[in-house]
């Protein structure tokens, strides 16, 4: 058997950023060679990997990917064991490489097992948990098109949102983004009205008669109530009739007007995630 030299080891150790230990201990059960140690090191990782699957994963990052032309991207959870994993360069890249795999790919909302079979994602995959050594879970992955695409990430990496746009904004503001983390903060139920259902609205009404009625008011005072009700929650839970929350920015505007303003007639397309949600 050929002997292992501190070379060998350096080199696979480069190679890999492993311990210097397990690249030794890699090259000794290979005879030296280093492309059978880089296999034999993949497979090792792969077991360890199965044997920590069933570890609770609580912590995570949103990665987005977003092509260069602007109207092609990703947004995906990726979970992990800790909080310090969570915001480790390491993990962000794999959460990055993930997510632009589901952009390059053609299915809206792809199975993350599938997403984790490809060749690509599962070598980065297992090159990252034999680094970190935590169980990882890939959450949920959403692929999104449109004419102008904008994106947001939280500095803490734990939420995100991805949103197209009907147009290119035209405004010397960030439209676009400033549009991401108002959502982000107000977490809209739907985009427009007609996102909301109709029982949801339905129960808005109703709760609002039931306490108008039991205030004493007369009938065609209740139906108004009722009315000013509904308009409210719309108000409050729908993007577009929302007021921006960069008032120092849009002022007291409402996000359509905003939007109209610029030059841009719809939200076509609106994801938000948030680790463990």
């Known amino acids: 058997m050929a ?4 070379q060998m080891v350096k080199e696979l150790r480069e190679r890999t950023d492993l311990p210097m230990m397990e690249c030794k201990q890699a090259l000794t059960e290979c005879n030296c060679d280093a492309a059978a140690a880089l296999e034999w090191l993949r497979k090792k990782h792969k077991g360890k990997m199965t044997e920590r699957a069933g570890r609770a994963t609580g912590e995570g990052r949103i990665g987005i990917h977003v092509n260069e ?21 390491l993990f962000i890249n ?7 795999k589901v952009a390059d790919g053609t299915t809206p909302e792809p199975e993350p097992e599938q997403i984790l079979k490809d060749p690509e994602v599962d070598t980065v ?22 004419a102008f695409l904008s994106s947001y990430v939280h500095h803490d990496g734990k939420s995100g949102v991805l949103l197209s746009l009907s147009s290119d904004p035209e405004s010397e503001l960030n439209v676009g983004a400033d549009l991401c983390m108002h959502a982000l ?4 139920l739907a985009i427009d009205r007609s996102g909301v259902s109709a029982e949801r609205v339905e129960k808005v009404r109703v709760d609002a008669i039931e306490i108008a009625k039991a205030e004493g008011k007369p009938e065609n ?3 108004k109530i009722a009315d000013g009700k509904v308009n409210a929650f719309f108000g409050e839970r729908v993007l577009m009739e929302q007021l921006h929350v960069k008032t120092d920015d849009y002022g007291k505007t409402k996000v359509g007007d905003i939007l109209k303003k610029a030059g ?8 938000i995630m948030k680790v463990g949600s």
Not at 94 to 100: E, G, N, Q, R, V
Not at 125 to 146: H, I, Q
């Open 3 to 6: 002997a292992v030299t501190a």
């Open 125 to 146: 995959f297992t090159e990252t948990f034999g680094k970190l050594r935590e169980a990882m879970n890939l959450k949920a992955c959403k692929r999104v098109e449109g």
């Open 221 to 223: 005072i209740v139906v």
């Open 185 to 188: 903060f107000t977490q809209p």
């Open 264 to 271: 841009v007639d719809a939200v076509t397309s609106l994801t």
């Open 94 to 100: 794999l959460a990055k490489t993930i997510a632009k």
């Open 69 to 89: 032309d602007g109207k092609v991207g990703a947004i995906i959870e990726l979970l992990c064991e800790t909080a310090s994993v969570g915001q480790n360069e």
